[in-house]
């Protein structure tokens, strides 16, 4: 059974600091994707990363793939109030089953 | 409007009762699926459908069916609701490809008293 497991599951950090979010796996997967999720929404896709190594940003988010692809980093750069909400990680296995193995998710607070 | 759309949004039953969860997507999707979240417990997949005529079960399937009715449309049926079923449910579809890209709808919040 393929597991992911996201850390920390909460965080409450000030304006202005930086945090890391970490979605680690024993397993392989072919791509890892993260999603944010505000309150009464469901989650919305942020990035999809598909090959090791790989690191891609938007804006002040930093999303890095592993090099084996078994674990996956968010970093943000001077959080805003505005990045507070549910961080989920979610791998997708080999073969294109279509199906997705999500982490527990990082509750993120940010205080003005 | 949105590609993805859950009804009822809120729901409250008692124990015993037979809730149906309804979705429809407007995104020409070819996979559709079920989910349920819990706190701390991320999305657990409860069924998945890649057509109108294929059914799979999930991790969490016991006491939960489905109907796909049409392309667009996915249903999720708990036949006799008990309380340990709350729970926030998401619909998400797909379409087949190389990243597997869901996209959720807005979630049913099901309580079950």
């Known amino acids: 059974t393929q597991l992911l497991e996201q850390s920390p599951q909460f965080l409450s950090i000030q304006e202005g600091e930086n945090l890391t979010v970490y979605c680690n796996s024993s397993?392989?997967?072919?791509?890892l994707q993260w999603y944010r999720q505000e309150p009464g929404e469901g989650p919305v896709l942020l990035v999809t990363?598909?090959?090791?190594?790989e690191v891609k940003k938007l804006k002040r988010l930093t999303f890095q793939f592993g090099d084996a692809r078994k674990d996956s980093s968010l970093h943000i750069t001077a959080a805003q109030p505005g990045d507070t909400g549910l961080y989920l990680c979610?791998?997708?296995?080999?073969?294109?089953?279509?199906?997705?193995?999500f982490g527990q998710g990082t509750t993120l607070q940010v205080k003005p | 409007d949105a590609d993805v759309t859950q009804t009822p949004r809120n729901r409250i039953t008692k124990t015993g009762k037979r809730i149906m969860l309804e979705c429809s997507q407007t995104?020409?999707?070819?996979?559709m699926y079920w989910y349920r979240q819990d706190p701390g417990l991320g999305l657990r997949l409860i069924y998945y459908?890649?057509?109108?005529?294929?059914?799979n079960k999930g991790e969490i399937s016991d006491g939960y069916s489905v109907s796909r009715q049409a392309q667009a449309k996915f249903s999720l049926s708990l036949e006799s609701a008990i309380p340990n079923q709350t729970a926030l449910y998401f619909c998400?579809?797909?379409?087949?490809?190389?990243?597997?890209?869901?996209?959720f709808g807005p979630g049913t919040r099901l309580t079950v008293l």
């Open positions: 998400a579809t797909s379409r087949t490809g190389r990243t597997d890209t869901q996209y």
């Open positions: 397993s392989v997967f072919s791509s």
């Open positions: 990363v598909v090959t090791g190594g």
């Open positions: 979610a791998g997708a296995g080999s073969g294109n089953t279509g199906k997705l193995i």
């Open positions: 995104k020409g999707h070819d996979r």
């Open positions: 459908s890649f057509d109108v005529k294929d059914i």
